[in-house]
């Protein structure tokens, strides 16, 4: 009943006022994991996890909020690959990541529970602010980026993602996205762009802002005009926020996907240089665990093919079955930024042709705060779209992680929580059609 009123007085434009008054439900609905189900994978390899088993969708309690913490109304979410890893308890369950969290303050202890509520997305609007939020009221219509840091501690200071006690909300905390509320440290909130649906902005943060990290910032490959860069999974979360960087910032993307579909996507994008793996076959690995060389020698030659020189940077992420390609056909003085190794994490490469040719890697991880508000402005003034392709409801969360666990999506998947329906949330329809529903809708299906 009082979730009903909350979401009302969101589709009525309500005032700060009218949402303070607003009576918080004691429980609400979320998408979460069990403590007690960590185990019920065990023996099964990694495509054998069902993530429809382990993600349950029902009622929890609602917490209380710390004082530099908003309590928020989620309209919308999102499925991050890391849905994915918390699911099948891979690399490593969450939960530990709880019990640790827990032992830092009396207000960290709350974390420490044997359900986690998962996601690390979110649009909506703010509920109730602690006594210490400064910048944010009731009413406020925001999404998240996922870094959550105690800035009390020397080390988050400089950069936050060098900070011991930097985690990834929703994934290494409780309290998450997937759900009808999340609790998030004040200093997580952006403004929620305007011309977006509360769907489409929901599907940005995370990837959009590891992206930007990755190639835009001083802290990643610092990507100059004309560089060509080489984007493995050109079509996936990262990928489709990688390519409009390279396109924005005069580079040449070199984009690799698995199907004639996924590459008119990536043309749709100004993507012209483009690599079907699938087709191409590549060996990287033979059958006895070595790694094949003139496979690396047949991927640079098909780069070279289409832009005529090897790549600056790379941008690596599938791990274990591309890093030796990615670190061999990278440019002399190039650079290999990596942020994730889906595919595997122990990885090989020829360190002879590392530093004879004098080239660099880049381990990189989310965002901090400036560069998700960067990256969340780039949004916001039209020069960067969300790749949302499909739309499922809260109820359906195991289902559509599913989907992006077995590479079966492009893009972003989004997730109703309190929105009744796909297409609302538009405060601002005039930026909206300047842009043009096209370049909104790349992604989306059927
Ligand atoms: P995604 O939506 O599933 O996209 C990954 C893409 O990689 C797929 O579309 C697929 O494209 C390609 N791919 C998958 N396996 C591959 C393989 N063996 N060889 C070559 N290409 C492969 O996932 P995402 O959201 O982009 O995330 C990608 C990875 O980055 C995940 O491991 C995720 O956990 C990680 N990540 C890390 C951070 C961080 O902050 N450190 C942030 C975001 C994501 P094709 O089949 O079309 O080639």
Known sequence: MSMDKIREAILNGASSEVFSSLEIPKTYRAAHIKANEQEMFKGLSSNEKDPRKSIHVGEVPTPEIAPDEVLMAVMASSINFNTVWSSIFEPVSSFGALTRLAKESEWAKRHDLDYQVIGSDASGVVLRVGSAVRNWKPGDRVTVHCNHVDDQDQSAHDDAMLAGNQRIWGYETNFGGLADLAVVRANQLMPKPEHLTWEEAAVNALCNSTSYRMLVSKNGARMKQGDVVLIW?????????????????????????????????????????????????????????????????????????????????????????????????????GTVVTCAATSGFMLEFDNRHFWMRLKRLIGSHFANYREAWEANRLIAKGMIHPVLSQVFDLANVGEATYQVHHNMHEGKIGVLCLAPSEGLGIDDPETRARIGEDKLTVFRRG
């Open 233 to 333: 999974g050109a079509t996936g979360g990262i990928g489709a926020y990688a390519v409009q960087y390279v396109v924005n910032g005069g580079g040449i993307p070199v984009g690799v996907v698995s199907s004639p579909d996924k590459a008119d996507i990536l043309r749709k994008l100004g993507c012209e240089a483009i690599i079907d793996r699938k087709a191409a076959n590549y060996q990287f690995w033979n059958d006895n665990g070595t790694q094949n060389e003139s496979e690396w020698r047949r991927l640079g030659k098909d780069i070279r093919g289409l832009v005529g020189e090897d790549p600056d940077i790379v941008f690596e992420h599938p791990g274990r079955s591309t890093f030796g390609a990615s670190m061999y056909v990278v440019k002399r003085g």
